[in-house]
Each structure stands twice: as structure tokens, then as C-alpha cells.
Nanobody
């Protein structure tokens, strides 16, 4: 069983910064893939950034150059450094984790959707 606890959300003005944290407990293998997702009011949940056990990272185009995902493997804690925040970044941010999946062409990778473990979410509000 995996538990994920997020912290660090809040309210900032446009151009400001926030740092989110996600402390994971439980199976290390089940947290081989970790990521941040967000859901704005009236919109579907979307991926923000993911990182796998090899340190491979992917970002949504909308946050590239502004957000940085990182993981402290010793603490099994995930971070999201968010800079140059925009009002459109306002959302509930969720931490997620899962085991990798095998794909014939790319080997072990993080799944693109339907992750198994989720945190409770933390609100990020950016005002203009």
C-alpha cells in the first residue's frame, strides 16, 4: 500500500513561485514512477510533470521552462518547483505514483494515465 501526502500549496500573485512536496510511504517499487497532475474548475485532470526511477522527466508543454520536478530518493519525497506562475496555473495539484509498465518499443516506462495511487490534493491559486 502507498500513501501520498502533499503540502506546499497556497495563494500567490502572477509571477510568483511556490514549491509543492509529496511525501510517499509504502512500497518503493510502487513509487518508481511519480508525477504531478492538476485539475482546474470545470476542466479534466491533466498531467503536469512525471519522473521515473531512472530520473527521466517529462513536462506538459504549458509548464516547460517554468516548473521543475525533482525527487529525493532517500526520503522518497517528490517536489514541484513552480516559478513564473500564471492565473491559468490555478488548480488543485495532485501527487501520483505507480509501478512502471513494459512497452515493447521503449521498455519500462511510466504509464500515461490511470495511475494507481493519489494524494489528497493541494490548492494552488494564482491571482492576476
Amino acid at each position: 500500500q502507498v500513501q501520498l501526502v502533499e503540502s506546499g500549496g497556497g495563494s500567490v500573485q502572477a509571477g510568483g513561485s511556490l514549491r509543492l512536496s509529496c511525501a510517499a510511504s509504502g512500497s518503493r517499487y510502487s513509487t518508481s514512477c511519480m508525477g504531478w497532475f492538476r485539475q482546474a474548475p470545470g476542466k479534466e485532470r491533466e498531467g503536469v510533470a512525471t519522473i521515473d526511477s531512472a530520473g527521466r522527466i517529462s513536462y506538459a508543454d504549458s509548464v516547460k521552462g517554468r516548473f521543475t520536478i525533482s525527487k529525493d530518493n532517500a526520503k522518497n519525497t517528490l517536489y514541484l518547483e513552480m516559478n513564473s506562475l500564471k492565473p491559468e496555473d490555478t488548480a488543485i495539484y495532485y501527487c501520483a505514483a505507480d509501478r512502471p509498465i513494459w512497452e515493447e518499443t521503449t521498455g519500462w516506462v511510466c504509464r500515461r494515465s490511470s495511475w494507481s495511487y493519489w494524494g489528497q490534493g493541494t490548492q494552488v491559486t494564482v491571482s492576476s
